[in-house]
């Protein structure tokens, strides 16, 4: 059986000096091994705090990983009010804050193919604007937690226009616990098993979180996984989806 794994970093801080620094040796050491990494990037906070990150975006794009979009849903009051920090998923807000992010994104000569929702939120717009702008896939739905407000069961699969959901299997401290419990990772598909793993960029800060991550690796290269950007696991998945009406 074909095994391949994913990480992805859910980029919200790349402005912070010693978030960057972090994030930078973990690419330039994945990209040393071949591991491919993808990072959906999120510029509101960057942006709150006028800090032009699109020098670290693209130093990313240029080891080899993939650049996607990661949006929060936050509300008019977010980043203006001191403190205040809320998720409104009403359609006029969910639609500004995807074309703002989107936007972004373009301007600084990216075009992302992948994405996942801040907060795992789930706007009733997302598939058909996500569809509409080109995008291949979508990591918003969780397989390990089932019992989450998604529309349809969280496995693969693929909807009309083309958009591949693929779920998200684990954060870093599951892999650590499916190590020590025994327990078999990732979701089976066809003739493939995968692993979709995430964490925030401000993770790589904790020892900890640091930990997970060797765990996750050397657990995976064990048992004969491949590292691979989200998109082309998707590529690779695509071929035995059913599409879902």
């Known amino acids: 059986m074909n095994r391949l794994a994913c990480l992805s970093i859910h980029t919200e801080k790349l402005h912070q000096d010693a978030v960057w620094q972090v994030v930078q040796q973990l690419a330039a050491t994945c990209a040393n091994d071949g591991a491919k990494l993808t990072f959906f990037v999120h510029p509101f906070w960057p942006e709150k705090a006028r800090i032009d990150i699109s020098e670290r975006v693209h130093q990313l794009a240029s080891l080899g990983h993939e650049i996607g979009q990661h949006t929060h849903f936050y509300d008019a009051c977010t980043g203006v009010v001191p403190g205040h920090k809320t998720t409104d998923i009403s359609p006029d807000n969910a639609l500004h804050r995807l074309e703002e992010d989107y936007t972004w994104l373009e301007r600084v000569g990216i ?45 693969p699969t693929m909807f009309a226009g083309g958009l591949v959901e693929i779920p998200t299997t684990a954060p870093l401290r599951h892999v650590a616990l499916r190590v020590l419990r025994k327990r078999p990772p990732g979701l089976s598909v066809g003739g493939l098993r995968y692993e979709l793993v995430y964490c925030h960029d401000d993770d790589l800060l904790e020892w900890r979180k640091r930990l997970a991550l060797r765990v996750a690796v050397a657990v995976f290269a064990r048992k004969g996984y491949r590292f691979v950007s989200v998109g082309e696991l998707v590529s690779h998945l695509r071929p035995a989806l059913e599409i879902r009406p």
């Open 111 to 155: 075009r992302p193919a992948g994405f996942v929702s801040g907060g795992w939120a789930w706007p009733e717009l997302l598939v058909p604007w996500l569809t509409d702008h080109g995008f291949a896939y979508d990591c918003t739905a969780r397989s390990y937690q089932p019992d989450q407000a998604y529309p349809f069961d969280p496995s």
